[in-house]
């Protein structure tokens, strides 16, 4: 059974970098046909794509963050990660990995989601 | 800011018929399949509908999605104390910069 663990600091200081990782587990993250996406849901506020990856490498990001994305993949680990960099309060959400099928796909599996707090 | 407008409210009382609606775009819902997520409160959320109107295995039979133009709607028939939600339509955008976009959401409160 695909299980996804988001991991990484739940406080970063404004104008850092926020970095996470998603790790995979029960499932390769080299499987065809799947990437692998970021979303993230400000404290009672609405769902907010961040971007996805293939294990390729290959990356769509949401145009209103692409300045401040970068979403990476580490086949040998069976992880990818997210780094946000010059973050304000703004940026304070849960953090969800999820899997898609396709780019342009349904996220069928998630994880549980990760409290990540922008203060100095 | 979601380019997918739901209304933000919805409400029924048990086994009434709710329905909720998803405006978009030609480059979003008219161009794309639509999908719809719930998401319990605390929770993440979950897949309900995928491909306009096809179920997971294990979504009741209640939920039901539909697609025209550039509008999708999700309806739920049977309306249950567990359906106390909120709900999150979602799309590929083939705009300039392809990408996701999910629905502004809908909380349903069954009263």
């Known amino acids: 059974q695909l299980q996804l663990q988001e991991s990484g600091p739940g406080l970063v200081k404004p104008s850092e970098t926020l970095s996470l990782t998603c790790t995979v587990s029960g499932g390769s993250i080299s499987s065809s046909s799947y990437y692998w996406g970021w979303i993230r849901q400000p404290p009672g506020k609405g769902l907010e794509w961040i971007g996805s990856i293939y294990y390729s490498g290959s990356t769509y990001y949401n145009p209103s963050l692409k300045s401040r994305v970068t979403i990476s993949v580490d086949t040998s680990k069976n992880q990818f990660s997210l780094k946000l960099s010059s973050v304000t309060a703004a940026d304070t959400a849960v953090y969800y990995c999820a899997r898609a099928i396709y780019s342009s796909g349904w996220y069928q599996t998630w994880g549980q989601g990760t409290l990540v707090t922008v203060s100095s | 800011q979601s380019v997918l407008t739901q209304p933000p409210s919805a409400s029924g009382t048990p086994g009434q018929r709710v329905t909720i609606s998803c405006s978009g775009s030609s480059s979003n819902i008219g161009s794309n399949y639509v999908y719809w997520y719930q998401q319990l409160p605390g929770t993440a959320p979950k897949l309900l509908i995928y491909r306009n109107n096809q179920r997971p295995s294990g979504v009741p039979d209640r939920f039901s999605g539909s697609k025209s133009g550039t509008s999708a709607s999700l309806a739920i028939s049977g309306l249950r104390s567990e359906d106390e939600a909120d709900y999150y339509c979602?799309?590929?955008?083939?705009?300039?910069?392809?990408?996701?976009?999910f629905g502004t959401g809908t909380k349903v409160t069954v009263l």
């Open positions: 979602a799309a590929w955008d083939d705009s300039l910069s392809a990408f996701y976009v």
